[in-house]
């Protein structure tokens, strides 16, 4: 039994996954009513619930407390165009998802839910929610005051010892590393869901997913192909596609299988030393765009929010659209750095939408079944945003 759990855990988690999908897909033909299996499901569900708040929680704190003022004038191009190039991105999920609706099955039933008026409802919940007391929104999941508070607390923070900071840090490498552990149990918590699925409303629902892959993957091409480029045509005058496609090349394919920015970040600085940028520059945008640079996030979090509201009927304003596309700029900008991390934020952005907790956990289910192809995109477009961007400015920079 422990080589086939050695050779089990040896696997990429990727064929993990695949292997629980196809396992869940096969067990709700051949044992259906075996409700067990389903258990599975609800468990990852109920352990995903619980973790992601506290990750955002102490994330953010960690982020805010910790930042070191003082940067380089020579990165603040790269870091507005970063900047640009999220929020592009959101705008750019927002409107697709607007155009090609998607509505999802949900296990739990969603009749009772219902939705806000408008933008005004939207906003009178979005000011309570920021001044709730911490441990109830912790426990509640209200994301909006997690992160009012943790912004909060941060900022308070900036001014503690170096002991505090350690501490603070060291925090967030324990939460980091119990959402790893949790992780490594999708395979199983995704043959429990797809199981579920599969045995309450056949094969038919797995082509929802179908289409909810073709709009995020066509996003982020989108964002790839066209986004980007303009940006860089504005910023160098000059063509953009040489660039870009040495750029997807190069360093889009190698994060596609490593599904890991940090993984890429040597191939990058070995793409930024072949294009013959400043190396003090590249030395630090590379890295600081691994952690901040989350173009692909941004999709990811924004089309599942909105697939969200759209399976609960819910009505989504201009304005609270605007509002979306800040917030998943923000919210992806602090995606955790292990796979499939993004995910776990996407409950922050639905919260704004007036999606419950315990629905958006279930789209978070979703989005890791999804997540062999969803994860892959969007790291190749994250990973590879980072080099256009650094050579961008220094383009700009000798024009």
């Given at each position: 039994m422990s080589s086939i759990w050695q050779a089990w855990t040896n696997m990429s988690l990727v064929v993990r996954i695949i292997v629980g999908i196809i396992a869940g897909i096969a067990l709700a033909f051949i044992?259906?009513?075996v409700t067990a299996i389903g258990l599975l499901g609800t468990l990852f569900i109920g352990a995903l619930k619980a973790v992601a708040p506290v990750l955002v929680f102490i994330l953010v704190i960690h982020a805010i407390s910790t930042h070191k003022a003082g940067a380089k004038t020579n990165m603040r191009t790269?870091?507005?165009?970063?900047?640009?190039?999220?929020?592009?991105?959101?705008?750019?999920?927002?409107?697709?998802?607007?155009l090609f609706p998607t509505k999802l099955t949900l296990p739990t039933s969603t009749e009772e839910i219902s939705a806000p008026s408008g933008i005004g409802e939207v906003l009178e919940t979005l000011f309570v929610s920021l001044?709730?007391?911490?441990?109830t929104a912790i426990a509640d999941a209200n994301y909006?005051?997690?992160?009012?508070?943790?912004?909060?607390?941060?900022?308070?923070?900036?001014?503690?010892?170096?002991?505090?900071?350690?501490?603070?840090?060291?925090?967030s490498e324990a939460i980091s590393k119990v959402v790893q552990w949790v992780i490594q149990l999708a395979p199983l918590g995704i043959l429990g869901l797809v199981f579920n699925v599969v045995a309450e409303t056949g094969l038919s629902t797995l082509s929802e997913y179908g289409r909810l892959i073709v709009v995020l993957v066509s996003c982020m091409l989108i964002v790839a192909l066209v986004v980007n480029p303009l940006i860089v045509f504005v910023a160098t005058r000059r063509n953009p596609y040489p660039l870009v496609f040495m750029t997807l090349r190069e360093s889009a394919i190698t994060a596609f299988f490593t599904r890991s920015s940090a993984a890429n970040i040597p191939v990058n600085m070995k793409l930024c030393e072949k294009l013959e940028l400043d190396e003090d520059t590249y030395s630090v945008s590379i890295p600081l765009g691994a952690t901040i640079n989350m173009?692909?996030?941004?999709?990811?979090?924004?089309?599942?929010?909105?697939?969200?509201?759209?399976?609960?009927?819910i009505e989504v304003?201009?304005?609270?659209?605007?509002?979306?596309?800040?917030?998943?700029?923000?919210?992806?900008?602090?995606?955790?750095?292990?796979?499939?991390g993004s995910l776990l934020l996407i409950p922050l952005a639905a919260s704004l939408l007036?999606?419950?907790?315990?629905?958006?956990?279930?789209i978070v289910g979703i989005g890791f079944i999804i997540g062999v192809v969803q994860d892959s995109c969007e790291t190749a477009l994250n990973s590879s945003s980072d080099v256009v961007f650094t050579a961008a400015a220094q383009y700009a920079k000798e024009r």
């Open positions: 044992v259906p009513n790269i870091i507005i165009l970063y900047a640009i190039g999220t929020l592009s991105a959101g705008l750019v999920a927002v409107v697709a998802s607007f001044v709730a007391n911490p441990i909006i005051g997690i992160l009012a508070w943790a912004l909060l607390l941060g900022f308070a923070l900036k001014a503690a010892s170096d002991t505090t900071k350690t501490v603070i840090t060291n925090l173009a692909g996030a941004a999709v990811t979090i924004a089309v599942l929010s909105l697939a969200a509201a759209h399976t609960l009927g304003d201009l304005w609270t659209a605007l509002i979306l596309i800040v917030l998943t700029a923000v919210s992806a900008s602090g995606a955790s750095g292990v796979p499939g007036g999606v419950p907790a315990d629905v958006a956990v279930q």
